[in-house]
């Protein structure tokens, strides 16, 4: 997922690489990583922030499958330590800088989102210590060059090109309208949609909301004018049921779409539960609870639900995959993070979602893009965008 904080400048970055090399001088000449029996793993992201709706899934996941592990008693154990970031790039900056001087992390979840992605990355670099974002999908983060940086959801491209199969061969669309909250990921993911369905022959128009604004008339004026069969909403979910709920209500009766940043049931709510009957959401995160994907995602939810007493939600399998990477490296007996680093290369594994194998550039090998459809109060899971089916 990527936030509105994504731009963080090259000096910020080169700041904390200084500031990194600056505390290694002062080391006490002690090794990250494993210590005997214990290794500690840390995760990071919007905890307690106004996004943490979306972080604290995967924080569960990732607790979860460390918790799992540690109950077979195994020879080395595993610490997870959190460090709450709020989605802010420069406390995440901060915060690495501590995890890897004085809490000798030996790997690390997430961040989170892509902006802190950007932030943390020089510095987990430099440290040469290993990370597994549950959530960042920003396009650039794999184009850095880093070695020890890895996640397992597929990026903004792969949701575009996905979105663009589902819209043009299920729903059979040949007008697409795009609006966006004009905010990085918003704009950025509705951008790339529209480009996707104009190459497969669709006509478009597109236009931007104020996210801060509540009279979205103007664009649902020049939706109806439009007559679009599709409206993808690139942003987040509190704008998508403002606008959604106005559509509706201003006579709008054709199909109505957003992407993970709406994947929530708050999505519902400020739609209305009538208004938003059949909306459909795209995501590079699975939420399987019924298992319709592999029998690992069945066990992962019912042991979700028994542990957190909810179930399963966005990021939360992405989170318990992410923390199964590092499970199986120490299960390995791999206790330092090069060591950690150069398992992550083999691995090839199947998570409780996706298979967990990585491109040499820390891409997940596999780009599947996943619909969900409104029915009731619930978000259930249609299928994969090449496969699912519009009700």
């Known amino acids: 997922m990527r936030r509105n904080k994504m731009r963080i400048t090259g000096a ?30 840390g995760f990071m992201g919007d905890l307690t922030g106004e996004n943490s709706g979306l972080v604290i899934p995967p924080k569960q996941g990732a607790q979860l499958a460390i918790e799992q592990y540690n109950a077979t008693n195994p020879k080395v154990k595993i610490k997870l330590k959190t460090y709450d970031s709020q989605g802010k790039p420069e406390q995440a900056t901060s915060l690495a800088l501590g995890a890897v001087k004085n809490d000798k992390i030996a790997g690390l979840i997430g961040p989170a989102f892509s902006g802190e992605s950007q932030s943390v990355g020089p510095i987990l670099e430099e440290a040469k210590i290993p990370s597994v974002s549950p959530s960042a999908t920003g396009i650039t983060l794999a184009e850095k060059g880093w070695k020890f940086w890895h996640r397992v959801v597929a990026d ?18 040949k007008k697409v309208f ?49 007559k679009p069969d599709v409206v993808y909403f690139g942003g987040y979910y509190a704008v998508a049921g403002r606008l959604f709920k106005q559509l509706r209500e201003g006579g709008y009766t054709g199909k109505m779409m957003s992407g993970d940043g709406s994947l929530a049931t708050g999505l519902i709510e400020g739609t209305g539960q009538k208004n938003a009957q059949g909306t459909l959401i795209s995501c590079g995160c699975l939420i ?38 590092f499970v199986e490296a120490v299960k390995a007996g791999k206790t330092k993070p090069e060591e950690i680093n150069d398992f992550l290369k083999t691995l090839d594994i199947q ?41």
């Open 178 to 226: 795009l609006v966006s909250d004009n905010q990085d990921y918003g704009k950025g993911l509705a951008d790339a949609i529209e480009k996707a369905v104009k190459a497969k022959g669709a006509q478009t128009q597109s236009d931007a909301v104020d996210d801060k604004g509540t009279d979205y008339s103007s664009t649902v004026n020049k939706i109806n004018q439009f």
């Open 156 to 173: 903004d491209a792969a949701q575009s090109a996905g979105v663009g199969n589902f819209v043009m061969n299920s729903v059979k669309a």
């Open 351 to 391: 998570g409780v979602g996706k298979p967990i194998k990585f491109a040499e550039n820390g891409e997940l090998a596999t780009e599947d893009i996943f619909i969900y459809e409104v029915k009731d109060n619930q978000l259930p899971l249609l299928g994969n965008s090449n496969e699912a089916k519009v009700s």
């Open 288 to 325: 399987d609870p019924t298992g319709k994907t592999n029998p690992k995602a069945k066990k992962f939810a019912d042991d979700y639900k028994a542990k957190f007493g909810s179930d399963v939600a966005i990021y939360s399998t992405e989170g318990f995959d992410a923390a199964t990477a």
């Open 12 to 41: 910020v970055a080169v700041s904390a690489a200084l500031a990194l090399s600056a505390v290694a001088c002062g080391d006490d000449g002690g090794d990250s990583g494993g210590s005997g029996n214990e290794v500690t793993i």
